[in-house]
């Protein structure tokens, strides 16, 4: 099967910086990626190249056989097609949750309103949320607002998810609600490309783990392998870091991440 996502020679500089170096990178309809490594390693850069929040410098990106980089892409369009959620979700706060998800179906997408809310109102249901349809931002918790935030994405039928580290300013107890509805996607056979700090999740969820370092994956390789055998000694030195933190007690695990 063709790809639905290809990056060849892909670079990206922001000024002199060289921070997306030769990505090649190849992701089929249905695959799940989980993307790792060091912070200011370019793994949002890689994810916002792909929505086109960032303009890349050379090479190609293909989505569904189609090159990107030509001058004439509609971005609009294709991010009708790549939903990204990331870390702080923009809710619109004097819009109720139902005219939050609402707003891209009909306003941009032109799509029948009460078609749109059917779907919005199966997918509520979905995340279990049913009973927050007409709550306001403000009145939910950071957990539910980034559900709301990834259903508020997936109204638009979209073909590809990208997650740049959605739970990572959200209270322990909440990160659980959400990646529980990432796993879902999962299972539905939605492509996604992931980016997280929650390594058990990474590995339960991954079809392939893509490894980053200084703008270069160093390793693409099958979770069981990559968690048990990475090829690389910087990947071997990343993962050392978070085994250290998975042997602390729970409590102690945020603070101590906080330290690395
Ligand atoms: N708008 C920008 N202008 C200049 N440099 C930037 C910009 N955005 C990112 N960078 C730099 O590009 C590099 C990659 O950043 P990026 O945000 O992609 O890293 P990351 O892997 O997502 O890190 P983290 O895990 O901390 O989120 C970093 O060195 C960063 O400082
Ligand atoms: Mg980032």
């Known amino acids: 099967m063709s790809a639905l996502i290809e990056f060849k020679g892909f670079n990206k500089f922001f000024g002199e910086q060289q921070v997306l170096n ?37 090479g190609s990106l293909k989505f569904n056989g189609r090159e990107l ?27 109720n949750v139902l005219d939050n998800l609402l707003l891209g179906p009909v306003k941009v997408q032109k799509r029948d309103r009460r078609e749109a809310r059917e779907q919005a109102e199966a997918l509520l249901a979905r995340v279990g949320l049913s009973d927050k349809r007409d709550a306001f931002p403000r009145q939910l918790s950071g957990g539910q607002q980034q559900r709301i935030a990834i259903v508020r994405s997936l109204c638009m039928n979209p073909k590809v998810m990208l997650f740049d580290e959605v739970t990572a300013a959200l209270d322990p107890e909440m990160v659980k609600e959400v990646l529980e ?7 539905e056979g939605m492509t996604l490309l992931i980016v997280t700090h929650e390594m058990a999740f990474a590995r339960a969820v991954a079809d392939r783990i893509v490894f980053m370092d200084a703008g270069r994956i160093l390793e693409q390789n099958p979770p069981e392998l990559f968690f048990t055998n990475p090829q690389t000694a910087r990947a071997q030195q ?22 690395l």
């Open 238 to 259: 990343f993962l050392e870091k978070f085994s250290y933190v998975e042997a602390l007690p729970k409590k102690t695990q945020t603070k101590e991440l906080e330290l």
């Open 22 to 58: 030769e990505i090649d990178l190849s992701v089929k309809s249905g695959e799940v990626i989980v993307i790792l490594g060091p912070s200011g390693c370019g793994k949002s850069t890689l994810l916002r190249c792909l929505n086109g929040l960032e303009v890349a410098h050379s």
């Open 181 to 187: 509805v990432i796993q879902g996607l999962a299972r």
């Open 69 to 95: 980089l030509d001058k004439g892409t509609d971005w609009r369009e294709v991010r009708q097609q790549i939903g990204m959620v990331f870390q702080s979700y923009h809710l619109f706060p004097h819009m």
